[in-house]
């Protein structure tokens, strides 16, 4: 396994996945507008080095991640599965005796004393070649990217931020975004659900300054362990020496009490004030819309170091597909054998990016009793980060939930609205935008599973009447519906001839303050020549409704389950629209990331 970035990234050149980029570029938006491009190249195109960078002397690396060989060579393997299949391999042999040991089954595999890490032994670590102090530290000297248009400013995107605990000493390492005010002051954005946040307020509580470390630029398991939905108090440092099968190797801060990976390209030493906050944002963020801005803490840099000829490692996050995409497909496959020893019963399951991870999850399961997916469903929401999910579709074990097109024909031919659909509320991810409230919101389960005996029979049986041709359903729609603009009849052919089976319509439609998405249902609803359709999906009107990523995109962000849903007499309107206050939602909606 590699020991350092540049390791890394001629690894990547020796494979052919590297793409130099030689002219010079700027890192407003420049760089941003070229990752952008290459992450949406079939099959995550290159990673990108760019060597002449524009007010930096510091060449900068992207998209190092952002295919399914890349995200395999970063760690090491063959598939994304076989870092799972050696945590299942020690539980297995360990199995837990309880549901605490259960819970803690990823802190036990990595917790083994070969993965420990280890101290530098030597008189200078590399990331301490240059040091760097006082009126020396600049971050404008780095090539910290302006991501989008409309971003706050620069910010730091792939940072390694290193915290201890101050009740427990326990050391945590988490990627939290850092906008860069000015030369030695950025924010620190730790969303209110982070470790990192939950360490700052014991720190805030006590009144005390918090000393805060940060690495850009380190070996790939440790920049991907950074990502990782860890347990609380369990060091990613660790998960780190266990994906590399050797120890991380720690060099003492030079301004701070703290360790920092030694082979790490940059440092940042420093410290947040307990009850300092400052505006941090609007930001690009990987759901495809600027999250807005709000308080965080502030994070003085005390020193900079780094090595004599580092090189800076950045991100982009915006719409799927992206280089995070396939940071988080490591966690789905990584993280699948501790979900299975709470829930025996899970076979699978599967994040689709265009649920930005956090808003829609497939599983499937070995059903065995009545009600069997909705124990599940309750049980993911209360689980650790599944918590955040949205949305839960659970499928019979015979479905592989990997299979886009395994899930569209079973939710084509088996949903049933009436009674298939679970609605609940709880907490969110704070980037959800389309709850009325930050941070709660709405949930949706969805059964999918073949019926139990005991169980109410299912009826999705609607008028079999012929569906007009694309072009008579968008001429009638625009006569019938004042607003509406165009229209598509999604996988006719799963549903054509099968009264067994929904029929789905797509409609853009142009809201007005007066006429929100429950005005467009009341009409839908009342239409006697639309009832061969049971389903329709409502979209703004720019929407190119022939793109079924961009319209998945679209329902996944959008959708409140418990506003946007509306069902009546068997049929059901879901409103992915953009919202307002005709629409009862009075917080900002943030916009769509785009370049000029």
């Known amino acids: 396994m590699y020991n350092n970035l540049k390791e890394f990234l001629d690894a990547l050149d020796k494979a052919g996945e590297m793409k130099y980029i030689k002219d010079q570029v700027s890192p407003f938006l420049d760089i941003s507008k070229i990752t952008d491009k290459e992450s949406k190249s079939p099959g995550g195109g290159k990673a990108l080095f760019f060597e002449n960078v524009k007010g930096s002397a510091f060449p900068v690396a992207t998209n190092i991640f952002g295919s399914y060989k890349r995200i395999c060579m970063a760690l090491g393997v063959k598939d994304l599965d076989e870092p799972g299949k050696r945590i299942k391999e020690y539980i297995e042999f360990n199995p837990p005796k309880n549901l605490k040991e259960a819970l803690n089954i990823i802190p036990m595999a990595v917790s083994m004393t070969k993965f420990f890490p280890r101290s530098f032994k030597g008189k200078t670590p590399p990331c301490q070649e240059v040091v760097l102090t006082g009126e020396k530290v600049d971050l404008s000297k780095l090539p910290v990217l302006h991501c989008w248009p409309k971003d706050a400013g620069p910010f730091i995107t792939l ?17 939290y975004r850092l906008q860069v005010f000015d030369k030695n002051t950025t924010g620190m954005h730790w969303h209110i659900h982070k470790d990192g946040s939950h360490y700052y307020n014991e720190y805030r509580k006590a009144g005390k300054r918090m000393p805060v470390a940060v690495a850009i630029g380190a070996d790939p398991a440790t920049i991907y362990s950074a990502t990782a939905p860890m347990p609380r108090g369990v060091d990613e440092i660790l998960l780190a020496g266990f994906l590399r099968k050797k120890p991380v190797t720690m060099a003492k801060c030079v301004t701070i009490d703290m360790e920092v990976p030694a ?54 996050v915006g719409r799927p597909p992206m280089e995070d995409c396939y940071l988080a497909k490591a966690t789905e496959r990584i993280f699948l054998p501790m979900l299975q020893t709470v829930f025996p019963e899970i076979k699978d399951y599967w994040f689709p990016w265009e649920g930005v991870f956090h ?45 886009p097109n395994q899930v569209i024909r079973v939710l084509i031919t088996r949903l049933d609205i009436s009674s298939d659909l679970t609605l609940s509320k709880g907490v969110l991810d704070v980037l959800d935008h389309s709850s009325p409230f930050p941070n709660f919101g709405n949930k949706i389960g969805i059964d999918l599973t073949l019926r139990y005996k005991d169980e109410p029979p299912r009826n999705i049986a609607h008028a079999l009447n012929p569906v007009p041709s694309q072009d008579g359903l968008s001429a009638f729609i625009q006569t019938s519906i004042d607003g509406a603009v165009k229209c598509r009849h999604i996988f006719p052919e799963l549903s054509e001839n099968n009264e067994s089976s929904n029929r789905i319509l797509a409609i853009s439609v142009e809201k007005t303050w007066q006429k929100g998405g429950k005005d467009f ?31 998945l995109w679209k329902i ?23 919202k307002g206050s005709v629409d009862g939602h009075d917080r900002q909606w943030p916009d769509e990331l785009v370049f000029d």
């Open 159 to 175: 940072p390694l931020v290193i915290t201890k605990s101050l009740s427990t000493g326990k050391r945590n390492m988490g990627m």
């Open 556 to 578: 996944f962000n959008n959708v409140d389950p418990g506003r946007d849903l509306m069902i009546k007499d068997n049929q059901a309107v879901i409103d992915a629209c953009k």
């Open 359 to 403: 808003n829609i999850a497939v599983v499937s399961i070995e059903k065995e009793y009545s009600g069997h997916a909705q124990k599940i469903m309750s049980g993911l929401w209360g689980q650790g980060q599944m918590s955040f999910c949205k949305a839960i579709a659970v499928v019979d074990q015979d479905i592989n939930p990997q299979d």
């Open 521 to 551: 249902a009341n009409i839908l609803f009342e239409l006697m020549e639309l009832k061969m359709f049971n389903i329709f999906i409502l979209f703004d009107k720019k929407i190119d409704l022939d793109d079924n990523s961009l319209i």
């Open 263 to 316: 082979e790490a390209e940059f440092i940042l030493e420093g410290y947040v004030e307990p009850h300092e906050l400052r505006i941090e944002g609007p930001f690009g963020d990987h759901t495809g819309y600027y999250s807005l801005a709000d308080n965080y803490p502030v994070f003085h840099v005390t020193a900079i170091t780094h090595r004599k000829n580092p090189v800076y490692n950045a991100t982009l």
